[in-house]
C-alpha cells in the first residue's frame, strides 16, 4: 500500500498549479428552495453563479442514488465548472463491535464512493465512530483496525484515487478529536483530514477564538501527516451551539455567541498557504455563508 503523505496522480486533487482552495455549501440551502428550484441537477448553477466552486451532496440518510442519476448529476456540475463531494452516511461507526454492524459501515462508505466516482468527484467525507460503551482508547484502536481494513477494501475495487476524508466531531461521545483524525490519517494515503471547526469549537468549549489557536492545531497535523498531505485537506465550517457534552446544533453566520468566527481561519490558511475545499454547514444559510466565507479570504492581502 502507498502510505501517508505520498502525492496522488496529477488529475487529483493534488495536482495541477492553478490555487486550487475552493468554498461552498453542504446541500441545499432554504434560499435554492425558495427560487423554485427542486432537483440537484439545478444547484450547479445555482452555486457557481454566486461565485462558489463546490458543491456537498450529503448521502446522510443512506445511499438510495442510481447510477444514471449520480451521471446526471455529474454530468451539470461539470458544465458548470463546480466540484463535487459527497458525505456518507451518518449512521457510519467503525468501534461498534458487532462485525455485522462493521461490515455494513464498510458498504455505507464504498457505496458512497461508487456514487461519488460516477458523479467525477474525488472527496468522501464520513463520521469514523461513536465511543459506545468501551473505553475510549479500545474504541479508537477498533476505529483504526477497522479503517486498514476499510483501505484493502478500497484499493481492492479500485476506489484509491478518492480522498476519504475521516471528520473531527462535535460530540465529546464521539471518536473524533483532531488527535484521533491524525491517527486515522496515519494509515493510508487515502485518509485525509476532514477538519470541521465547529465541531472542533464545540468540542472543545469555545476552544477557537484567535488565529494562533488555529495555526496550532493545522502545524500540528501538518508535522504528523505532511504538508503535501495537508495542502488540499477538507473544511467544514459553521457556528455551532454547544453544551457540556459538546455539540447541540448548527447555526447560521448571524450568530455572535457561539463561534468560531472565519476571520482568523482565513488568515491562517493564507499564512500557511493551505488550500482546502471549505464547505459551510450552516443552518438553511448555507450558500450565502460559504460566499461570505470566500469574500472574507479574498479580502485579505498576502505580505
Request: aromatic share 10%.
Amino acid at each position: 500500500m502507498t502510505k501517508t503523505g505520498a502525492p496522488m496522480s496529477a488529475n487529483h486533487a493534488y495536482g495541477g498549479k492553478e490555487k486550487m482552495i475552493k468554498f461552498g455549501p453542504s446541500g441545499n440551502s432554504e434560499s435554492f428552495y425558495a427560487e423554485g428550484h427542486e432537483h440537484t441537477e439545478e444547484a450547479a448553477l445555482f452555486v457557481k453563479e454566486r461565485g462558489l466552486d463546490c458543491f456537498e451532496y450529503s448521502f446522510g440518510r443512506g445511499v438510495r442514488m442510481t447510477e444514471a442519476k449520480a451521471h446526471s448529476i455529474g454530468k451539470a456540475f461539470s458544465e458548470a465548472g463546480v466540484e463535487i463531494s459527497v458525505h456518507a452516511p451518518y449512521f457510519i461507526n467503525f468501534a461498534n463491535p458487532d462485525g455485522e454492524m462493521a461490515e455494513k459501515s464498510y458498504g455505507y462508505v464504498l457505496d458512497s464512493a461508487r456514487m461519488l466516482t460516477a458523479m467525477g468527484g474525488t472527496r468522501c467525507v464520513f463520521h469514523p465512530a461513536a465511543q459506545g460503551k468501551d473505553a475510549r482508547e479500545t474504541a479508537v484502536v477498533r476505529t483504526a483496525d477497522r479503517l486498514k481494513v476499510l483501505r484493502d477494501k478500497i484499493y481492492s475495487e479500485g476506489l484509491q484515487n478518492v480522498m476519504f476524508c475521516p471528520e473531527t466531531m462535535g460530540k465529546v461521545a464521539q471518536i473524533g478529536t483532531v488527535e484521533e483524525i491524525v491517527r486515522f490519517c496515519e494509515i493510508d494515503r487515502i485518509f485525509v483530514p476532514c477538519v470541521d471547526f465547529g465541531h472542533v469549537n464545540a468540542r472543545e468549549q469555545g476552544s477557537l477564538k484567535t488565529a494562533a489557536d488555529y495555526r496550532a492545531r493545522l502545524e500540528y497535523m501538518i508535522e504528523r501527516l505532511s504538508y503535501e498531505k495537508m495542502k488540499h485537506f477538507h473544511v467544514h465550517f459553521s457556528k455551532i451551539q454547544y453544551g457540556a457534552k459538546g455539540e447541540l446544533r448548527h447555526l447560521t453566520f448571524e450568530d455572535t455567541v457561539f463561534g468560531p468566527e472565519f476571520e482568523p481561519l482565513a488568515e491562517v490558511l493564507h499564512e500557511l498557504r493551505l488550500e482546502p475545499y471549505v464547505v459551510s454547514e450552516s443552518d438553511g444559510t448555507q450558500i450565502e455563508d460559504a460566499a461570505e466565507m470566500k469574500r472574507i479570504y479574498e479580502s485579505i492581502s498576502i505580505g
